[in-house]
């Protein structure tokens, strides 16, 4: 199944913050790169986001649903363009100029021992920190940064809540 390609070449995408009682989030440091990021990844053709988000979720950190609780589902779509130098044509031929993405906060209390970042052939993390959710947006590649900024802001009432 492939991903799913919005008409303006836009990729469908999920971005989930996982959040602990102490108001830290989980971020991951990308797989043979220096990058940070939050886990996320494609919604395939035919998966609803939420399905979407719970399989990225059990491949990027092992965690299953069971092991989470939703707390909120962003109010909007969020949006960033590719550089030049990442834009591309998928499997289908489909220029992918950007990622569109639905984001996802989940409350985790469980024993951080059941974070595995070896649960997909293509992992996507090597190691992963508990840190400040504000501190996303400084340490996150900087095509990124407005959305985790904006994502970051609808959520921190909910994090800190929590």
Avoid at 36 to 61: C, D, H, N, V
Avoid at 101 to 113: G, P, V
Avoid at 124 to 150: A, C, H, L, T
């Amino acid at each position: 199944m492939s991903d799913l390609i919005f008409d303006d070449g836009y990729r469908a995408n999920v971005g989930i913050v996982i959040c602990n009682s102490s108001g830290k989030v989980f971020f991951g440091k990308r797989r043979y790169q220096s990058g940070w990021q939050f886990p996320q990844g494609g919604i395939k053709e035919g998966e609803s986001p939420k399905k979407a988000m719970w399989r990225e979720l059990l491949e990027e950190t092992g965690l299953k649903k069971e092991d989470t609780k939703l707390i909120k589902t962003s109010s909007n779509w969020y949006q960033y363009n590719l550089p030049k130098k990442n834009i591309r044509k998928n499997g289908k031929g489909t220029l992918v100029i950007g990622q569109r993405q639905k984001w996802f906060l989940l409350s985790f209390s469980n024993d951080a021992n059941l974070i595995s970042l070896d649960q997909s052939p293509e992992q996507e993390f090597d190691s992963w920190k508990w840190i400040d959710p504000e501190m996303s947006i400084n340490q996150v590649i900087g095509f990124k940064k407005e959305v985790y900024r904006q994502v970051i802001d609808e959520f921190i009432p909910f994090i800190y809540a929590n």
